[in-house]
């Protein structure tokens, strides 16, 4: 760490080193989140040839392709590597590129501990990914790991532990590293409450991880402890419970849903106020509702417990709690849509992709706000309800604002222009296909269909085969993204502006950024306006 | 209504609504607890329909009349206190107006006072077992062969050929109707969940802990339902089924089954 | 130059600090919640616990209330042993102690060692299920064939809220040597 600060700096006037080891030594903050990008990109396609393969089962009632045992392999690891393979990294990858340049710092504060965190990834998903091909197969007992059942799995299972630690490492390292560039690193005017929203979703979201993957480290290594050292935190035999580790997952879990989704509402406040044309509405607020958000998401953890069995008094608490997240959940969704009130709005492929996150993740919320109410959630609990409901926050909420970003920052990335139709045709078949693969999934958890299961009575079968066609659907416009990225350069260059005089820092540096920037901490005044300076 | 309006932005058209396979919504039913849950449902339903039409409406609005293609200059406002203000406040008030009623079903949910029969359900990898209380009743319940037969990889059985595929067992549990059952849920090996949606009733069978619920069923008739808890590889296996029936029914079938006939059941009626 | 070394020692201060926030979410996980769950389980019966180790209460009976408590008993994982309360359920008075017996027997051949974990329900009860003496307490061994009565001396205190009419009491029977052979 000592020499890294003084490595960024002697290397101000180089450019990248050349071949391999460019990547696999680089400290520069745009080479490592261009690998963590593409890393998510890989592991977006991976954790979604497991949907498909999940969704083929399902197409038609009877069993057509998989044994139920390599089925729950396949949703465990689907849930896995989407979370902490795609969306995660993914995130972690926009901070790198873009909170540095949102805040005129001339790099991460960490950058070998940067280098680290990034390649400690691949490794880990290597490991994961072969658990597939070890005796008994890959982890089956869900992403979720609740003993006892997860402590029937077989070979996999120290495999499956320690890379959910190397994942959880990585985390760390990434969120020390955004927390100190950003306390420390700003560039001197820019004071904290006026930094741009997405900077700021990423600093309480680093705060969160660091606050949680700690415990989630702690309740896996409880559980290798109680498979392989004769210790009992979750064993009824030994005096252990296997519901508490429930309490510490959840504990964990619940803070988790919001890592993955307050960069998107980072993201979201970045792009609808340039393609409206129209500052921030209520810039201050949005930051007081993300910090309330990440406040109460440590206090409503049992949500997810309503049926294991709690006193009447847990459950009115953790019920009403979780209603009132949807408090400062509201207030964002009232300021992006006053945002657009009254602005000059276009429609780029950034702004549909937003603004498609706002309809949508409000889906999601109000099925989430039916969950909160403790007899309907009975009902609703572990069918798949439950699965549209958090789809519809992590696909059309988490997904489609990752995708929004990088359309919004790609010509920034890479000085081109990308292929601005090919963009429109990825939304709206993205757009139309995410709807008929989730919401059917509402009807057949309503009429009673539990999740996790490879078969189903042939009352279920039709909204099955819609939602499947639409998995395909979804599935395959994704690769409309990948021809996107790979004719990029191809496309016309792109201005330092890119669209018409977005506000922020990252703006004022040429397309492509060049390869070290803010070298000397730029000014920050009325022309690189922050949201106040609009009073 | 997002859920019509939806329906109908993902541009499907469902041949007739109305049959049983396009089912859209939750049951409403065989017990009172059932039917305030169904209730309490559709107020979520609805208290999100009518915010979603208030709030898409305007956006949708915003988006028609706000773009740059008609000639409009963007104001400038950037906050107004008032206006944040009461879409803090409006919403605390209508979650506290939610709350009030769902707090009520929960305690009648809690109020396992006074039951008729007692039955401890256990969850096994992958069935359930039924043990009768005060009847000296105890048995198993699994999948039905038809559907253990379709079930396979590579059967040629058509899953549509056999009667509630999936859906039925051996041996269903069978309760008196208007009795006041309670159901003790426990499990031999890892944690199962014992759902019936029709009877609105879902809970944990945990290993070495003791879990209880209970219900009243109105009607005579059959409710299926499903393990809902991730339990290993034939979590989809082990379906539920329960027989309500007239409590002199009831007697009978517990006699033919060799269990022994309390006075509980004729009280219940 | 000098710059640099201060936001060097900024930064190097900031990293210590997060370091030992990320140590102390740790411990906070693995060393401190699982005992405190314990002992917030056992003051308010979350999760249906009771005591585990002799409890001192004084008797004060009121015989005006009467409450229904059930036995139930199940083996965990088909473990060899018939196990059965000798009463499915008995009336008691709050504030008085009273016993009731279990009869369990070793199926096999072998001698086997038990362990018996108990569980109550309604939640709310289980705090004032209190027990005085309790085959539960410790492990049970039992020679090939055996067959043994197990008492458990209980009483339930007064404070018991009075909308509970019914306690069910539940053993669940564990073979300890399986579990150990499984670690
Ligand atoms: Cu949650
Ligand atoms: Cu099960």
Not at chain 1, 212 to 221: E, I, N
Not at chain 2, 194 to 209: F, S, Y
Request: charged share 15%; net charge negative; aromatic share 14%.
């Amino acid at each position: 760490m000592t020499t890294a600060v003084a490595d960024a700096a002697h290397h101000v006037e180089h450019g990248p080193a050349k071949g391999f080891s460019r990547w696999l030594f680089t400290t520069n903050h745009k080479d490592i989140g261009t690998m963590y990008l593409i890393f998510s990109l890989t592991m977006f396609f991976v954790g979604g040839t497991m949907a498909l393969i999940v969704r083929s089962e399902l197409a038609q009632p009877g069993l057509q392709f998989v044994h139920p045992e390599f089925f729950n392999q396949m949703t465990t690891m689907h849930a896995l590597v989407m979370i902490f393979g795609a969306i995660m990294p993914a995130f972690v990858g926009l901070a790198n590129w873009m909170v540095p340049l949102q805040i005129g710092a001339p790099d991460m504060a960490l950058p070998r501990m940067n280098n680290w965190s990034f390649w400690i990834l691949p490794v880990a998903f290597c490991m994961l990914l072969s658990t597939l091909f070890m005796p008994g197969g890959a982890p089956a007992g869900g992403w979720t790991m609740y003993p006892p059942l997860v402590l029937q799995t077989g070979d996999s299972f120290p495999f499956l532990i320690f890379s959910i630690h190397l994942m959880g490492l990585s985390s760390i390292m990434g969120a020390i590293n955004i927390i100190v560039t950003i306390v420390n690193m700003r560039t001197p005017q820019m004071v904290l409450i006026r930094m741009p929203l997405f900077a700021w979703a990423w600093l309480i979201t680093a705060y969160l991880l660091l606050a949680v993957m700690p415990v989630l480290a702690g309740a896996v290594t409880m559980l290798l402890t109680d498979q392989f050292f004769g210790t009992s935190f979750f064993l009824a035999a030994g005096g252990g419970d296997p519901v508490m580790y429930q309490h510490i997952f959840w504990f964990f879990g619940h803070p988790e849903v919001y890592i993955m989704i307050l960069p998107a509402f980072g993201i979201v406040s970045e792009i609808i106020p340039t393609f409206s044309r129209k500052p921030l509405f209520g810039h201050d607020s949005m930051v007081y509702a993300l910090a309330a958000i990440a406040f109460l998401s440590f206090i409503v953890w049992a949500h997810h417990m309503f049926t294991v069995g709690m006193p009447l008094s847990g459950q009115m608490f953790f019920m009403f709690a979780t209603m009132m997240i949807s408090v400062p959940t509201g207030v964002k969704i009232f300021n992006w849509a006053s945002t657009m009130w009254r602005g000059a709005m276009t429609f780029e492929t950034p702004m549909l992709f937003a603004l498609a996150f706002v309809f949508l993740f409000t889906i999601g919320g109000f099925s989430g706000l039916m969950l909160a109410l403790v007899p309907a959630d009975i009902q609703y609990h572990d069918s798949y309800f439950v699965v549209a409901h958090f789809h519809y926050v992590l696909v059309p909420g988490s997904l489609f604002a990752l995708m929004g970003a990088a359309y919004y920052w790609l010509p920034k990335w890479t000085g081109h222009m990308y292929n601005e139709t090919a963009g429109k045709v990825h939304f709206w078949l993205s757009a139309i296909f995410v709807n008929v693969l989730f919401f059917p999934m509402h009807f057949l958890g309503l009429a009673g269909m539990p999740r996790r299961i490879p078969d189903y009575s042939t009352q279920f079968a039709d909204f099955n085969m819609v939602a499947t066609i639409g998995a395909f659907g979804f599935g395959l416009s994704q690769l409309i993204f990948v021809y996107v990225l790979l004719t990029c350069k191809k496309g016309p260059p792109a201005t330092a502006e890119v669209w018409d005089h977005p506000k922020g820092l990252e703006w004022t540096v040429p397309s492509p950024a060049p390869y070290h920037t803010f070298a000397e901490p730029p000014k920050v005044d009325r022309t690189v306006a922050f949201p106040k300076d609009y009073d | 209504m997002i859920r019509k309006s939806l329906t109908g932005l993902i541009g499907l058209v469902w041949a007739g609504g109305a049959s049983a396979d396009w089912a859209l919504n939750m049951p409403q039913g065989v017990t009172d607890l059932s039917q305030e849950t169904y209730d309490l449902h559709m107020m979520g339903f609805w208290v999100c329909t009518v915010i979603g039409v208030l709030v898409f409406g305007v956006m949708i609005f915003s988006l028609i009349k706000h773009r740059k293609t008609s000639g409009v200059a963007p104001a400038k406002f950037s906050h107004s206190t008032s206006a944040e203000v009461t879409w803090t406040i409006i919403p605390v008030i209508i979650l506290v107006a939610m709350c009030i009623p769902a707090a009520k079903t929960m305690i009648k949910l809690e109020d396992t006072r006074n039951p008729d029969i007692s039955i401890v359900v256990t969850g096994y990898q992958w069935r359930w077992h039924y043990a009768y209380q005060d009847q000296d009743l105890a048995f198993y319940s699994s999948l039905a062969r038809p559907s253990l037969e379709a079930r396979q990889l590579g059967s040629t059985i058509d899953p549509y050929s056999v009667d509630n595929y999936l859906l039925e067992v051996d041996r269903p549990m069978v309760v008196p109707v208007g009795a006041k059952v309670r159901v003790l849920l426990t499990s031999n090996d890892v944690i199962h969940a014992w759902w019936v949606p029709e009877l609105a009733l879902k809970k944990d069978a945990i290993p070495g802990m003791v879990n209880e619920i209970w219900f009243r069923a109105e009607h005579t008739g059959t409710v299926r339902g499903q393990c809902a808890e991730l339990c290993g590889k034939d979590h989809g296996y082990m379906p539920i089924v329960v027989e309500v029936v007239e409590p002199d029914e009831f007697d009978k079938w517990l006699t033919a089954n060799g269990g022994t006939p309390k006075a509980v059941a004729a009280a219940a009626k | 130059m000098n710059d640099k070394i201060t936001s060097e020692a900024k930064n190097r201060s900031l990293v210590v600090q997060l370091l030992g926030w990320v140590v102390a979410m740790f411990s906070f996980g693995f060393f401190v919640l699982p005992p405190l769950y314990n002992v917030f389980c056992e003051i308010t019966g979350f999760g249906g616990r009771t005591n585990t180790a002799a409890a001192t209460v004084v008797e004060t009976p009121d015989v005006n209330r009467t409450v229904r408590v059930e036995f139930v008993t199940s083996v965990n994982e088909y473990a060899p042993w018939e196990f059965t309360a000798d009463t499915s359920s008995m009336d008691v008075h709050p504030g008085q102690m009273y016993y009731a017996t279990f009869t369990a027997k070793n199926l096999t051949e072998v001698s086997k060692v038990a362990q018996a974990v108990p569980s109550i329900s309604p939640i709310v009860a289980s705090g004032h299920f209190k027990k005085i003496e309790c085959f539960c307490f410790t492990s049970q061994d039992f020679s090939a064939h055996e067959q043994k009565e197990m008492p458990v001396q209980f009483i339930l205190d007064t404070e018991l809220p009075d909308y509970i009419d019914t306690v069910t009491l539940q053993y669940t029977f564990f073979d300890t040597q399986r579990v150990a052979a499984a670690n």
